[in-house]
């Protein structure tokens, strides 16, 4: 992932194209929790994303992040902002915006959520009110 993004800041399209497609491959890696799959395919497309916005690919980009949105347990507040980011450079300020206030929204409701998470004590689930 990190190839892709240094030859698309060397505005190097055939290289950067050629990593996001080495990228998009599966790995070889050992079994990962479902979590972390979720995880680590978000941040897959963001980095992806980011690196074909470099380039100037905006549709492909917008895919990747639109990609990185639907994948469960994804950080979306990072999402969102790079969507803003690439909205922005387009001058699109109104929908930049927009995708500012919503992270801000799935922020708050992160850290809502975050805080009536069960808590454990001796092995029993204790919930935690508002």
Not at 20 to 40: D, F, I, M, W, Y
Not at 68 to 83: E, N, P, Y
């Amino acid at each position: 992932m990190d190839a892709s993004r240094s030859f698309a800041n060397l505005q190097e399209r055939d290289q950067t194209l050629r990593y996001v497609q080495l990228a998009s491959k599966p790995p070889g890696r050992p079994k990962l929790r479902r979590e972390t799959q979720n995880q680590c395919k978000a941040m897959f497309y963001v980095s992806t994303g980011e690196a074909l916005s470099t380039i100037g690919d905006h549709v492909a980009a917008m895919e990747r992040y639109r990609k990185a949105l639907a994948a469960t347990d994804s950080d979306r507040v990072s999402i969102r902002l790079a969507i803003a980011q690439l909205m922005a450079e387009q001058g699109h300020s109104e929908d930049a915006e927009r995708q500012i206030a919503l992270a801000q929204m799935e922020g708050e409701q992160g850290r809502l959520r975050a805080n009536r998470q069960p808590v454990h004590r001796g092995g029993r689930r204790v919930p935690v009110h508002a």
